[in-house]
């Protein structure tokens, strides 16, 4: 292919420094941030927009007549719109803030689940799910007599997807599953599990806590029913993130919790509940944050999500392939398509011995089961040391991680 | 009283004064020590032998030898041993109220709080507090046998 059009250069160093917090010392060293698949960091945008709403703006939205509640108002819906734009929903209503991945989760099995899965009714999840993508299921069905089905996964990480398919049946309501493992990083095919799903008459909910960061997410385009995420992963404020649903499962779904702003009109003898997306956002919401997480998704859109993805890969397979030249490295999670996530272990040595000596380097990574257990046990793994990367994340660092895993790596008996 | 086990104190001390502070190289040492440690007999790797409040499992076993209380211990986590070496290096093979009685001050000393955190802070406690249990309870039971 001849490629005439010359792509402006990647320039990590540039985008790093909108980061304060990546500019210190960690132990003497400069910091390493790779924890990226925990939180990631928030650039100075960000920050910025929560000092000025609570400056300048702070009022209750959708209720003051007065200046500052306008302000805070349309400030509020202004990222309403943008996540719209962002996972390209038909409508800005099918967009529901919530707390993040976790409460909108625990809101669609609260609703949905209720209202549609039932007795001898089926959900299915898969064994790379997070915690929260588990036990919101496990209570529904508890509740509803119903049945947990799980879809096990390869040793190299990747979805069995015959088993999927002979799991579904018309018994199955819900098919809940990660886009992207925050444990291992494997992409799933979650395009080909919506189809399927709907074939057999099932819903589908991705948890996108671990893609939005990191993917294009395309909701008309994968036909998908629910999308979950959390903007503390997305650089923007801990505290809030979304539920995108279609508008008819919306408009169908009984509410989920009871309170001010949920409702039209309220009487003892009846309340009718306020349209979408309000019917969702019962009581004074996180109004500070969500301002803020605009600037969150303005910063990824300013770089492109195409731009970080390449980015990001190329510091994995970079990563990845030196991590293989190091004594009694053993990488978890060998899957085809892979996002920014390098789970390791080292034979002879702890996981938190090798967090602790990274630490001691100024590299901040994960270790542990990374709230996913069932995985864990699947690999026969009490955990893992986990790098991930993110648009900030440049190759030096990786060499000075490199240089700390070889080190740590010659205490191993 | 306690001369022994400040000695001991004192000359943990001292090695780790020649690591000067340097955290990577600090727990490299203890990752060393506790890969030195002995690891504690199967037998001994039980429940009722874990230490609840630790991040890290630690099996924690105690005899009586006399009148002196030995400990020997394990861990998953090579730093936990290395820690659990260092109380042992000072208490094992004392009496019980020289363990109930020693001050256990190396630990600020070598700027353990600062270097292990604040979680493995607590673990280390309830490490030390296991200790002084074990020595309160042979004490309770060397004196009902006099
Ligand atoms: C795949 C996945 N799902 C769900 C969650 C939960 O997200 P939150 O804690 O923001 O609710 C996480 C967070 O680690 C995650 O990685």
Redesign the pocket.
């Given at each position: 292919m001849n490629e005439t059009v010359t792509k402006t250069a990647y320039q990590a160093e540039e985008i790093r420094k909108q980061f304060p917090v990546l500019h210190q010392l960690v132990n003497g060293k400069p910091l390493v941030y790779f924890d990226n698949?925990?939180t990631s960091q928030k650039p100075q945008r960000v920050i910025d927009a929560l000092i000025h709403y609570y400056q300048t703006d702070n009022a209750n939205i959708h209720r003051g007549a007065h200046a500052l509640a306008d302000r805070a108002t349309a400030d509020y819906e202004a990222t309403r719109l943008e996540l719209r734009k962002f996972v390209n929903a038909e409508e800005s209503e099918e967009i529901i803030f919530t707390r993040?991945?976790?409460?909108g989760i625990n809101l669609v099995a609260s609703t949905y689940g209720r209202m549609a899965v039932h007795e001898g009714d089926e959900v299915i999840i898969s064994a790379m799910e997070?915690h929260?993508?588990i036990v919101p299921w496990q209570l529904l069905c508890e509740e509803r007599g119903a049945k947990l089905r799980v879809v096990p996964v390869t040793d190299e990480g990747e979805l069995v997807y015959e088993e999927y398919r002979r799991l579904l049946s018309s018994k199955t309501k819900l098919v809940a599953v990660?886009h992207?493992?925050?444990a291992l990083g494997t992409v799933n095919p979650i395009k080909q599990i919506i189809a399927d799903a709907h074939a057999a008459g099932a819903k589908v909910l991705v948890?996108a806590?671990?893609s939005c960061s990191h993917l294009p997410v395309d909701v008309q385009d994968l036909d998908l029913d629910f999308l979950v995420s959390?903007s503390?992963?997305m650089y923007g404020p801990t505290g809030t993130?979304f539920l995108y649903g279609k508008r008819a499962l919306l408009e169908a779904m009984p509410p989920y919790q009871g309170g001010g702003e949920m409702i039209k009109e309220v009487s003892f003898e009846k309340t009718t509940f306020n349209d979408i997306p309000y019917k969702f956002e019962a009581g004074t919401p996180n109004i500070g944050d969500v301002i803020a997480y605009r600037k969150a998704v303005e910063f990824i859109n300013e770089i492109g999500r195409e731009e970080i993805a390449e980015h990001e890969d190329g510091l994995l397979r970079y990563a990845t392939e030196q991590m293989r030249h190091i004594k009694g490295v053993r990488i978890v999670g060998e899957a085809s398509e892979k996002v920014s996530v390098l789970s390791f272990v080292i034979d002879g040595l702890h996981h938190f011995d090798i967090g602790m000596m990274l630490d001691a380097r100024g590299i901040a990574v994960r270790t542990g089961h990374h709230?996913a257990q069932p995985l864990m046990h699947r690999l026969g793994l009490e955990g893992t040391v986990r790098a991930s990367f993110s648009a900030y994340n440049t190759k030096s660092e990786i060499d000075a991680f490199l240089e700390g895993v070889e080190r740590v790596s010659n205490l191993a008996r | 009283m306690n001369t022994e086990i400040n000695q001991v104190q004192d000359q943990i001390i001292e090695e780790f004064a020649l690591l000067a502070g340097d955290r990577e190289s600090t727990i490299f040492y203890i990752m060393e020590l506790g890969q030195q440690l002995a690891p504690l007999a199967d037998e001994f790797m039980t429940d009722a032998n874990l230490i609840k409040g630790c991040q890290s499992k630690v099996w924690l076993n105690a005899e009586l030898e006399g009148d002196r209380i030995v400990f020997s211990a394990d861990s998953n986590t090579d730093i936990t041993k290395g820690l659990v070496s260092l109380l042992i290096r000072v208490l094992s093979g004392r009496k019980a109220e020289e363990i109930l009685s020693a001050d256990l001050y190396f630990i600020d000393r070598i700027g353990m709080g600062g270097i292990i955190g604040s979680q493995r802070s607590n673990g280390l406690t309830a490490m030390i507090k296991q200790m002084k249990l074990y020595a309160l309870a042979y004490k309770t039971k060397l004196a009902g046998q006099a």
């Open positions: 698949a925990a993040g991945t976790t409460d997070h929260s993508n990660a992207v493992s925050n948890d806590a671990q959390s503390h992963k993130g709230c | -």
